[in-house]
């Protein structure tokens, strides 16, 4: 084994340190993305007035009877009005200008995640579920989070296929090994130069990254040590079985 070649084991291992790092941390963020779209997401059903109190438990019960329903509570005007003047003083004054509440009793509905994934079925079956006079929720929250939720699926899906190259890449690296009475020591520095370049690209990413985490507070943790884990023997294997076999 030439030395040169020994040396591109640790270029391999700081792309992968690099790339694989980058689309682990994006991951995270993106099922970040989701937790915090899911708890924040409500649908507001407004029934006819004068609902009688007896009704009002009929519905609740068929809407607890909508499959993925995670929680359902009933908010009366009183507290709809105390919430708005909580989170908007300003716009509290421009509805209450006649001094009179405006605002409706109605019912908060939480979805699960499972849900939100199938939104357009599931808010259907929301409002098959009664006779309502109006049904509110924030149509772009959905758009963002089945965006997220598409995204993290293709970056898993791109891990994937990377973490099955590094083994076949080992695998082959093995197979060609095999009857070498110098292949295990020879491996020794490839997989050692890999494993730098591993935790340099790991790293700059970290480097690179940590201003964005530092100034939005929202920004979800790094990776698990599963993940850094399998990246590392990723790039040695394949570090080893390109740059590592016997001449």
């Known amino acids: 084994m030439r030395p040169r070649r020994a040396h591109w084991a640790f270029v391999i291992g700081l792309a992968a340190g690099l790339s694989v790092e980058t689309l682990l941390f994006l991951k995270e963020q993106c099922r970040s993305l989701e937790e915090a779209l899911q708890q924040d997401f409500r649908v507001l059903l407004f029934p006819q007035p004068d609902l009688p109190e007896e009704k009002a438990k009929v519905l609740e019960e068929r809407l607890w009877a909508v499959p993925d329903v995670q929680e359902v509570r009933w908010v009366s005007r009183h507290e709809a009005l105390e919430r708005l003047r909580g989170e908007n003083p300003e716009l509290l004054e421009a509805v209450t200008v006649l001094g009179e509440n405006p605002l409706s009793s109605g019912f908060e509905v939480q979805p699960s995640p499972r849900a939100l994934a199938r939104a357009g079925d599931w808010l259907a079956q929301i409002e098959e579920s009664g006779d309502w006079a109006d049904i509110r929720y924030k149509p772009a929250q959905v758009r963002v989070f089945l965006q997220a939720q598409f995204y993290r699926h293709f970056i898993t899906l791109s891990l994937s296929g990377l973490l099955c190259l590094g083994a076949l890449a080992g695998a082959w690296g093995l197979w060609l090994a095999v009857g070498a009475s110098k292949a295990w020591r020879a491996a020794l520095l490839p997989i050692g130069l890999a494993a730098g370049g591993v935790l340099l690209g790991v790293g700059l ?43």
């Open 205 to 247: 990413t970290v480097a690179l990254a940590l201003p964005m985490r530092l100034l939005t507070p929202w920004a979800a943790a790094w990776p698990g040590w599963l993940s850094q884990l399998g990246l590392l023997i990723g790039a040695c294997a394949a570090g080893w079985a390109i740059c590592g076999t016997v001449d």
